[in-house]
């Protein structure tokens, strides 16, 4: 059986997104759990990553939906229909992935054809729309070389033109930037964003990189062990993280020690409620991020504190100070002020709720 | 450790040394085609395997030969519609099944051709019940002993191309799998896979132990029969045999070659 062809003829044209619901799914490699019963509803035409460390379960997710994986347990449905047991062939979906995948034989417009070809576009069409898409990724002019005469962000573009031009339902991309290096990566991942938000395609995105989930996601799951362990959007994730791990994994936290009692973490005389599920009273690790940590002067009131070392990063200014009992933590400030490693300080904390994790005795 | 590599005087040396051991009994051979036995050198010997007048003369010679390239192309055939299907699905489906599928191929290098037909004698009784005594049978026989050749050939092409995300990107683009093999993986297989057809070629053509055991005519075991009557002759078409296995390897050099240049 072959795709139907895709309904807008233009690349350009906005598509309505689709639903697409993880139900449920299970997926085993010879006895290890990759994925552990994945719960995941993605919105018409909204942006989810899926973030996590390695070996997670967030590939084999993302695999799973595309259909290069199946499923042991659950159902995976688009719009409501169970594609679970549908070839990848037949789910119409577009994908971009981590490696290289341009076909070598091919120019880059027979690529980007290719999708359409297999739809049995028209020739006239498929050239036109395989134009239209390549201007659209901003390589209209590179549609007659090949793809080792491309740079690597310049070949995630034509492939990104590629899973676009059919107008799939379903937007993945498995990493598709971590081959890149950084000033290239930032610049395909807001292009990709807007390319996103300009057609409304509904897409899931995998990466390892924090930051690059939070800059583009409009919500981040985060996966651990193959569980989703929290999903919200990146300002919920960043600012009230429901476990521990979030807290670690999703932007920089500072490990304090402290106890537990009654819903609250006292911590170097400071007091911190305590976000997401409830833990025994007793001895924790509360993490508390950087911004939350003021730093003054030595003569200022604090906790007395010597500079380890102060990084300068752009817009602001990241300072490791060493407390007295050892403990380090990491300091955000104006970049105006230029603490210099020996110097003596003081450090306050905010008082924001923090997670916290029981600390191992 | 620091890797000695010898000087390109001393490469000259050994390539000139190789050379002459190599070329020593081709010139000899080429010597002996144009000798007369009384003395002198004379082109007849050539000239008078192409003269349509003796044709009547070498019509068995020249039915060996088509019998060889017969069986040089149904062992090609052999190879690309049962080993190359067999080892993308294995690269693709069942890698684990890969140093499996290594092994088996690999076997025939190590078993000598006279133990082969020991075990392949019986197997031909049958074959010859099913599907009679044609020489093209014995190519069966054949697609095992080029198994070791074809099979390094094409899994040299299979590592270096990403067989894997090729296939996968084509899946998701809506190709089925039909479409995968023969419109993006053969294409990007293609030096592999002619590489190890003119390997199965040359093999075939030079093979003789097997056909002659079997009892089958072809250009070896017609060249050892007329060499017998007419030296020169076989001589001659061991010569043309000879460059015709040159020209093959010559291509698949050059194919290695467009390939490193392509990549580059």
């Known amino acids: 059986m072959t795709l139907a062809p895709p309904i807008a003829s233009s690349v350009l044209a906005p598509v309505p997104g689709a639903t697409v619901d993880l139900v449920g799914v299970v997926k085993d490699y010879s006895g290890t759990r990759a994925l552990d019963g994945i719960d995941l509803r993605i919105r018409p035409g909204e942006f989810v990553a899926l973030l996590g460390p390695s070996g997670c379960g967030k590939t084999t997710a993302l695999r799973a939906l595309s259909g290069l994986e199946r499923i042991d347990e659950g159902s995976i449905l688009i719009d409501g229909d169970d594609v679970a047991a549908l070839p990848t062939n037949r789910r119409d979906l577009g ?64 492939a990104l033109a590629r899973a676009l031009v059919t107008r799939p339902r379903v937007l993945l991309l498995d990493e598709p930037l971590s081959a890149l290096d950084a000033k290239v990566r930032v610049g395909l991942r807001e292009q990709i964003r807007r390319i996103q938000t300009e057609l409304g395609i509904t897409t899931l995105f995998v990466t390892h990189d924090q930051e690059e989930a939070l800059a583009v996601a409009d919500r981040v799951a985060v996966m651990r062990a193959g569980r989703i362990e ?41 007091t911190f409620a305590l976000l997401g599920d409830p833990l025994p009273d007793g001895p924790v690790l509360a993490y508390v991020r950087p911004e939350d940590v003021l730093l003054g002067s030595a003569r200022s009131k604090g906790l007395a504190a010597t500079v380890v070392a102060s990084s300068f990063l752009g817009s602001l200014r990241r300072t490791a100070v060493r407390l007295d009992d050892g403990t380090l933590i990491s300091v955000q400030h104006e970049v105006a002020v230029q603490p210099q490693p020996g110097d003596a300080v003081r450090v306050t904390f905010r008082g924001r709720p923090v997670s916290a994790s029981a600390a191992d005795l | 450790m620091d890797v000695v590599t010898p000087s390109p005087v ?42 349509p007048d003796n044709a009547r003369t070498y019509r068995q010679l020249f039915q060996s030969i088509g019998n060889s390239f017969l069986l040089a192309a149904v062992t090609v055939a052999i190879v690309l519609l049962i080993l190359l299907p067999a080892m993308v699905l294995v690269h693709l489906q069942f890698p684990r099944l890969k140093r499996v599928l290594e092994f088996i191929c690999i076997i025939p ?49 299979l590592d270096a191309v990403p067989v894997v995300t090729l296939s996968e990107a084509a899946r998701t683009l809506g190709a089925n799998w039909l479409t995968v093999l023969g419109r993006v993986l053969l ?55 000879l460059a015709f296995a040159f020209v093959l390897l010559l291509l698949i050099g050059r194919l290695g070659s467009v390939g490193r240049k392509q990549t580059s």
């Open chain 2, 10 to 51: 001393t490469r000259w040396i050994i390539l000139g040394l190789v050379g002459i051991l190599f070329s020593v009994p081709i010139i000899a051979m080429i010597n002996f085609s144009f000798s007369v036995p009384t003395g002198g050198y004379t082109v007849d010997h050539w000239t008078a395997l192409f003269n």
């Open chain 2, 187 to 241: 294409p990007n297989l293609r030096r592999g896979v002619l590489a190890a057809a003119f390997i199965s070629v040359a093999v075939v053509l030079g093979e003789f132990t097997i056909a002659s055991l079997l009892n089958r005519r072809n250009l070896q075991t017609a060249l050892l029969q007329i060499g017998q009557s007419d030296p020169w002759v076989a001589v001659i078409l061991a010569l043309l045999s």
């Open chain 1, 230 to 270: 929290q999903i919200g959007t990146p300002e919920e994730l960043y600012t009230t993280p429901s476990s521990a791990f979030v807290a670690d994994f999703v932007g920089l936290s500072n490990r304090i020690p402290g106890v537990l009692a009654a819903g609250n973490v006292t911590a170097y005389g400071a």
């Open chain 1, 95 to 158: 994908m971009v992935f981590q490696s290289y995948s341009l076909f070598p034989h091919m120019t880059v417009l027979e690529n980007v054809e290719f999708g359409l070809r297999m739809r049995r576009v028209a020739a006239g069409e498929r050239r036109e729309r395989a134009g239209e898409a390549l201007e659209l990724v901003g390589l209209g002019d590179r549609g007659a070389r090949f793809a080792h005469q491309l740079s690597g962000g310049q070949q995630q573009r034509v």
């Open chain 2, 109 to 157: 290098i190590t078993v000598p051709a006279i133990v082969l037909v020991v075990g392949l004698a019986p197997v031909y009784s049958v074959v010859v019940k099913v599907l009679g005594g044609n020489v093209w049978t014995l190519a069966f026989a054949y697609g095992i002993t080029v198994l070791p050749y074809a099979y390094r050939a094409i899994q040299a092409n």
